[in-house]
């Protein structure tokens, strides 16, 4: 089965009850047993429910993997995979990665003893020298967020020795663009609330693998801890995800075009996108993804009063966080995502004041260009205080 097949066919047959086409939506907490401890695979919904048994095995399919675990968010999906660690362990971490990963890392997980290193996972010798005897993680975000930097998923994986595992937040790039198992990977993670969800209507996240004994101890963390999805949830998660292929293809073809407009553009300092040959790392990109996405970041000429002006004068894309709904959303990192890190290491990872972040959307790509224009337009430097 290919890919588009997958998302709308896997774990989703007739429901053996009813008979129903679509998956029903099991909004139940607990199950009727026949008699004590006879029952149908299914006793109570933390542990499990028969519409979130639907969208793992959907998911897993999509990463061409053999089990997946869902949960209520992507920062609970990142949890279940940390608690993998123990006390005294040691993780190499992507040093420009989502705020909110890094705020779990430094802010909570680091109270109970695991040891995170940041480094820019981009240089491999880096990333070798980050290692500690304790090491027991790498975690990959590839491409980067916001500043859409690519890490070679293979070369980390070649540092791996048993005991270690490779974990690879595949949330920007999406199974569509880009296999992390394939390339060695041990462990998929995902903010479904993203692409897979793709309509800004739903919070979630899932982990995925091949391997049974990660799998299993995933699954006993997802079930001790307790941070799984609605059945709601997990629903629309699902029917979000069987248009992944067909937006992630529009999605691509939109931002590669607002990428070229925007490097094209005398107000605009520097584009980061994987898809423009100007991208450092644009051969890897060739390489390791099968398409570039639809995250645009960009620099402004200008001082930062600019940069916020610009960003409210948009009519198409909205001023939000999140990214990969079918709308184009605009956000400015360092006041909003990238809020909690700290003020000189945003600086150091490029983060800077003036930097804008764009989901592109599915909308029409001339409208959204026009948009852009028009912004830019009605922003001219002269105007702003510096
Ligand atoms: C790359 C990435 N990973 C993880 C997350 C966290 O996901 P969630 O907001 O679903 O908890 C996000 C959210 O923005 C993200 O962008």
């Known amino acids: 089965m290919k890919f588009a097949t997958k998302a709308i066919h896997v774990g989703q047959g007739a429901d053996p009850a009813t008979g129903a086409t679509i998956v029903p939506i099991y909004q139940t907490s607990t199950y009727t047993q026949d008699r004590v401890g006879e029952h149908r695979g299914y006793d109570y919904s933390r542990t499990i429910n028969p519409t979130r048994v639907a969208l793992e095995a959907q998911l897993a399919s999509l990463e061409s993997a053999e089990y997946a675990s869902a949960f209520a968010s ?9 608690n993998l660690l123990s006390a005294g362990d040691h993780a190499v971490v992507t040093d420009d990665l989502y705020g909110g990963t890094y705020r779990l890392f430094s802010k909570v997980l680091s109270r109970y003893g695991l040891e995170f290193t940041y480094v820019d996972m981009s240089d491999i010798d880096a990333v070798r020298a980050a290692i500690r005897p304790n090491t027991k993680l790498f975690w990959i975000e590839t491409p980067t967020n ?5 890490v070679d998923i293979a070369a980390v994986c070649a540092l791996r020795v048993p005991g270690q595992i490779v974990v690879v937040d595949n949330t920007f790039a999406t199974p569509y663009f880009q296999a992390p ?6 462990v998929v993670v995902h903010s479904t609330t993203k692409y897979i969800g793709g309509h ?7 982990a995925i ?28 998660t699902m029917r979000g995800a069987k248009t992944l292929a067909l937006r992630m293809r529009e999605h691509a073809h939109n931002a590669q075009l607002v990428a070229e407009f925007l490097e094209g553009h005398e107000s605009v300092k520097r584009v980061f996108y994987p898809g423009l040959a ?16 639809g995250m645009v970041s960009f620099v402004l000429e200008g001082p930062e009063a600019r940069a916020l002006d610009f960003a409210h004068r948009l009519e198409y894309f909205s001023l939000a966080e999140s990214l990969g709904g079918v709308e184009s959303l605009i956000c400015h990192p360092a006041r909003m995502t ?18 804008l972040r764009l989901s592109v959307g599915i909308e029409d790509a001339n409208d959204l260009i026009d948009d852009l224009q028009r912004a830019i337009a009605a922003t001219p430097l002269s105007t702003v205080p510096a």
């Open 74 to 82: 992507g920062m609970a999906a990142t949890a279940a995979v940390l």
């Open 146 to 150: 916001p500043m859409l930097k690519l």
């Open 181 to 186: 198992l394939a390339l060695g990977a041990d």
């Open 200 to 206: 800004s209507d739903v919070i979630g996240g899932v």
């Open 209 to 236: 693998t091949s391997n049974k004994a990660l799998h299993e101890a995933i699954k006993f963390h997802q079930n001790a801890v307790g941070g799984v999805p609605g059945p709601n949830d997990a629903w629309l």
């Open 278 to 293: 100007s991208h450092p790392q644009h051969e890897l990109a060739k390489r390791q993804m099968s398409g570039f996405g």
């Open 338 to 355: 990238h809020g909690s890190i700290p003020h000189e290491d945003r600086q150091r990872r490029g983060v800077t004041d003036g930097l």
